[in-house]
């Protein structure tokens, strides 16, 4: 089992900045590939960020390329979601996610979200 807890959501204007770190724990989470998610009241959850297991590899969603950085440091099993130029569109509950290829399959591990909010 892998247990992952996200932090550093809240509220932010538009044009903001936010950090979003997600602490692993349990079972040794470096083979897996990480990722984030997020979710609307009343819309299915959808891919945000991914990256591989030895950070090689990143892929974004269009709406967040250039604004958005991933990355993840194995030693501290941590993963970062730097979120910059924020817009309302980006208000969410966002989730960390651990996996194989979790732009196209379910993920292994879900966190327990952490809200984000960007007003106008």
């Known amino acids: 089992q892998v247990q992952l807890v996200e932090s550093g959501g809240g509220l932010v204007q538009a044009g903001g900045s936010l950090r979003l770190s997600c602490a692993a724990s349990g079972r040794t989470y470096s083979p897996y590939d990480m990722a984030w998610f997020r979710q609307v009241p009343g819309k299915e959850r959808e891919f945000v960020a991914e990256?591989?297991?030895?950070?090689?590899?990143?892929y974004y969603r269009d709406s967040v390329k250039g604004r958005f950085t991933i990355s993840r440091d194995n030693a501290k099993n941590t993963v970062v979601l730097q979120m910059n130029s924020l817009k309302p569109e980006d208000t969410a509950v966002y989730y960390c996610?651990?996996?194989?290829?979790?732009?196209?399959?379910?993920?292994?591990?879900w966190g327990q979200g952490t809200q984000v909010t960007v007003s106008s």
């Open positions: 996610a651990a996996g194989r290829r979790l732009s196209t399959r379910p993920a292994d591990y």
């Open positions: 990256i591989s297991w030895n950070g090689g590899s990143t």
